[in-house]
């Protein structure tokens, strides 16, 4: 099934979203390693648990974004 422009649009934008928390996550993890390296384990383990919040933010984009792709999920017209 051949998506419409606005719902082609929706499906890239939760992917974007998807990819940035993914990268976001990444960085917050490598942050969070440097400050365990300087013995700060508090607020590295702060920061783990943002990054594991944003991975399952992350995972529930990506599946809107499949639910686009196979039609459950659609962009309506403005009221």
Do not use: C
Not at 35 to 46: F, V
């Amino acid at each position: 099934m051949s998506l419409t422009k606005p719902n082609q649009q929706l499906r890239r934008d939760l992917k974007e979203a998807a990819a940035l928390l993914k990268w976001s996550g990444v960085d917050l993890f490598v942050f969070a390693k440097r400050l365990l390296a300087d013995g700060d384990e508090h607020d590295a383990n702060d920061l783990m648990k943002i990054a594991l919040s944003f991975q399952d933010v992350e995972d529930r984009l990506a599946g809107y974004a499949d639910g686009v792709k196979v039609g459950q999920i659609h962009r309506s017209k403005p009221e």
